[in-house]
């Protein structure tokens, strides 16, 4: 049986309580993530909404996961292409 963790966050000045199957660590961790490049973004151009902001951090994260997804795959075949050999 798994234990659901339950934790809670601000994440761009609001406060959310996050459930998931993951350690409390991680998920705070996460969270601090989030938090910490809508804040980045909200610096760099104070008149951005928060919801403007966390639309473009959730932007900028989706397009780090999938270079990383590709470099991954990438990889992935080259060792197994090594692997062949």
Not at 26 to 34: D, L, R
Not at 62 to 83: F, N
């Amino acid at each position: 049986m798994s234990t659901t963790t339950r934790v809670e966050v601000e994440i761009g000045g609001e406060i959310y309580v996050l459930r998931g199957d993951a350690p409390a660590e991680h998920i705070i961790k996460v969270a601090n993530e989030v938090d910490r490049r809508i804040r980045e973004l909200i610096d760099r151009n104070p008149r951005l909404t928060l919801i403007k902001a966390a639309v473009l951090a959730s932007l900028n994260i989706a397009d780090e996961l999938y270079k990383l997804q590709e470099s991954y795959e990438s990889l992935v075949r080259v060792i197994e292409t090594e692997g062949v050999k």
